[in-house]
């Protein structure tokens, strides 16, 4: 059974960084795309950035030049840093994989999610 388990998340002043986790288990294989998702209060679950099995990334705009999404293979775990914090990043964060190997940013093509981790950004 597949489990993926987000930590990490905090409270951070604007300008600041934080480094999120998703630690992957059971049947989740290194060549599905694994993506970062996050909701605000209120808001639709959006999409934050991707990574390929190849070692290829794709970033929301929004994020671009301040987030950057890495693996660690021999821990099986995923990673999100996060620099350069603003206020509108606060969200819950969650971490989601596809089916397959091609990337998608819809919410509903993500087969598998973890728990969430609260990320909070003060002025």
């Known amino acids: 059974q597949a489990q993926l388990v987000e930590s990490g998340g905090g409270l951070v002043q604007a300008g600041g960084s934080l480094r999120l986790s998703c630690a992957a288990s059971?049947?989740?294989?290194?060549?599905?795309?694994m993506a970062w998702f996050r909701q605000a209060p209120g808001k639709e679950r959006e999409f934050v950035g991707g990574?390929?099995?190849?070692?290829?990334?794709t970033y929301a705009d929004s994020v671009k030049g301040r987030f950057t999404i890495s693996r660690d293979n021999a821990k099986n775990t995923v990673y999100l840093q996060m620099n350069s914090l603003k206020p509108e990043d606060t969200a819950v964060y969650y971490c989601?994989?596809?089916?397959?190997?091609?990337?998608?940013?819809?919410?509903?093509?993500?087969?598998?999610w973890g728990q969430g981790t609260q990320v909070t950004v003060s002025s």
């Open positions: 989601g994989v596809r089916s397959g190997s091609s990337g998608s940013t819809a919410v509903s093509e993500y087969v598998h």
């Open positions: 059971g049947r989740i294989f290194s060549t599905q795309f």
């Open positions: 990574l390929y099995w190849t070692g290829s990334t």
